[in-house]
């Protein structure tokens, strides 16, 4: 595994899906109270190297309903505002960026998903880039390279082989893998 080195000057911090209704739930292998607690360090570090620190949230009561084979059932009523707002232990700041998507899948632009995956976008030379750079209006010789890190203890899963099997077979073909404490000592 290669060291890793993060420029706070081309780097950002996303944290994804932090909000009352999800933290709400019992994830495995890592609680929820870990996962907040961990995001909120990568946060913290983030904001003192001067990194932009992301939060992304889906809004429950405008959730769209695509055509799928497995749609999720939110009821028929409308849940509290409460449960799509950032949860307060996430530590959202004045000066953080929110996002609000319409669903749970990736979003057109940037594609970024995962359950609770905080993950650093760095520019760099890597070969490594998120799905959205094919797209890009650039030239293919001028769009800015991205690479994906994930931070595995601050992420978590309603199943732990699901996570467990994600993190060891898909997550390091797409992005680098690393743990709060390793992110944390690469901005030192």
């Known amino acids: 595994m290669a060291e890793l080195q993060l420029d706070p000057k081309k780097t950002a911090l996303v944290l994804i ?9 019992n994830p495995v292998p890592h609680t929820a109270a870990q996962v907040v607690e961990n995001s909120r360090k990568l946060a913290e570090a983030f ?19 695509l055509p799928v084979d497995q749609p999720h059932n939110l009821g028929d009523k409308p849940l509290p505002a ?12 004045p000066g953080d960026i ?6 749970w899948a990736p979003s ?12 650093a976008l760095t520019r760099s030379s890597s070969p490594v880039s998120p799905p959205t750079q094919a797209s890009s209006p650039q030239p293919p ?14 992420c978590s899963s ?23 404490d390793e992110v944390l000592a690469s901005l030192a």
């Open 47 to 65: 904001r003192a190297h001067s990194a932009p620190v992301v939060y992304v949230r889906v809004d429950l009561n405008d959730f769209m309903k």
């Open 17 to 25: 899906d932090l909000q009352n209704a999800v933290v709400g739930m």
């Open 82 to 93: 409460a449960a799509s707002e950032i949860a307060p232990s996430a530590g959202f700041q």
């Open 98 to 103: 929110l996002v609000t998507k319409r669903h």
């Open 141 to 154: 010789g001028r769009r800015p390279r991205l690479c994906l890190l994930l931070v595995e203890d601050a």
């Open 108 to 119: 057109p632009a940037p594609s970024w998903s995962s359950s609770s995956n905080p993950a």
């Open 158 to 180: 309603q199943n732990a082989e699901h996570h467990r099997f994600a993190f060891e077979n898909i997550f390091p073909r797409l992005a680098r893998v690393r743990t709060t």
